[in-house]
């Protein structure tokens, strides 16, 4: 087992009509001015908004609301947010939604404890995070697992460059998960979801290192869950148990548990945030519209792996390692399907991806100023043919 270091702070309370719950959460973590952030017009139509202000109502707590926080959030309405209330007062941030919704709250927060910093100088590396203000989340989306993990995406409009930052900083203090905030949900946001909580194990899971045998069985377990309860919520959205065996999961897949002792890779992800900073797509569309190009790109340089992964995970009998391995792939690629997700770049954001690969190359490293990976190291020439072979 390799060393590691690990700290998961978020306090999670899970269960059904948990959500009455957050005025007596922010008031023991001892904010009394809160700033609430939701999405569209689903956290109002489904009651989940008043049954928040009401119990910050009910425990004495001072709010505002804002909703209309989209998908991949940008920093211009990031740093709208900070500079319009900087001055109220705000010693609490909560976040109702998904991902989305929760990075854009981790950023207002550290934006509201340095408010002369430009909220990009941090996500651009010019600055470091070294306050912020506490962070609670009321999730109505299992997907990202922004919940309870370290990490937060912007996207520059100016630029159409997405990225992120990793700090203990960007941990709630909180987190509400009650499954049946999620029985509304689009089958298109259902499938985006279990999409990324299988690909931020994936990600963890594909790395340099494999001398982890606990940390592997963790990731195989959840993978399997995911896969299992992923395709009974598509076709029972209101069933209870595979709602809640999914929520967990996605708290799980990104609070670092599943990549323990492990360099973590993330390639995928390096991949996929040009595709959602210039085509404005769902973060799990272009993670799946990828992954199976990177796969096919690097197995070679880890047979055993991809084996290990395709018959713990997928059940594959095959005794050959790399036979077992391409199965592995493929039937990660026909879940995707399955599931309606995208599988190539062009199902994910149009024909105008194959004019793009030029500028998805340049995007994704940085105008060719870095390689991305672990598992395997790319260069712009890898990540051109990964993009050209996803087409």
């Not at 929760?102 to 408010?115: C, F, M, R």
Request: net charge negative; hydrophobic share 40%; charged share 20%.
């Amino acid at each position: 087992m390799n060393s590691f270091s690990f700290w998961s702070p978020t306090k999670i309370v899970f269960g059904a009509d948990t959500a009455g719950q957050i005025g007596s959460e922010v008031k023991a973590f001892g904010g009394t001015n809160a700033l609430v952030f939701y999405g569209g017009g689903s956290a109002v139509k489904s009651g989940v908004l008043d049954i928040v202000t009401g119990s910050l109502t009910a425990e004495g707590i001072g709010f505002s609301c804002i909703g209309g926080i989209k998908p991949n959030p940008t920093a211009h309405l990031v740093q709208k947010h900070i500079d319009e209330y900087r001055e109220k007062g705000i010693d609490f941030i909560i976040g109702v939604g998904g991902g989305s919704v929760i990075d854009h709250s981790k950023a207002v927060a550290h934006g509201l404890s340095s408010p002369d910093t430009p909220i990009w100088d941090f996500f651009d590396r010019k600055e470091t995070v070294r306050e912020s203000l506490p962070v609670g989340v009321v999730l109505t989306i299992a997907a990202a697992g922004s919940e309870s993990s370290d990490s937060a995406v912007l996207t520059n409009t100016e630029t159409g460059i997405k990225r992120g930052i990793s700090t203990s900083f960007n941990r709630p203090r909180f987190a509400i998960l009650d499954p049946h905030l999620t029985y509304s949900l689009p089958p298109r946001q259902t499938a985006c979801g279990v999409t990324d909580i299988l690909m931020h194990t994936l990600d963890r899971y594909f790395a340099p290192d494999t001398d982890n045998a606990l940390t592997d069985d963790l990731a195989e377990a959840l993978m399997r869950i995911v896969i299992v309860y992923g395709k009974i919520v598509m076709e029972k959205p209101g069933d209870y148990k595979a709602r809640s065996e999914i929520m967990w999961a996605g708290s799980l897949s990104h609070n670092g548990l599943t990549g323990l002792g492990q360099t973590v890779d993330f390639s995928v992800h390096q991949l996929s945030h040009p595709l959602a900073g210039r085509y404005d797509i769902a973060h799990a569309e272009s993670l799946s519209a990828v992954w199976a190009a990177w796969a096919r790109f690097v197995y070679r340089d880890g047979i055993k792996r991809f084996a290990k992964y395709a018959r713990c995970v997928w059940g594959v009998q095959e005794s050959d390692d790399e036979t077992a391995a391409v199965a592995g792939i493929t039937a990660t690629e026909s879940f995707f399907r399955d599931i309606g997700m995208p599988v190539t770049l062009i199902e994910a954001a149009g024909e105008r991806a194959k004019e793009d690969v030029g500028i998805l190359t340049d995007l994704c490293t940085y105008n060719g100023t870095r390689t991305i990976g672990a598992f395997k190291v790319l260069d712009a020439d890898d990540i051109r043919a990964i993009y050209q072979s996803a087409i």
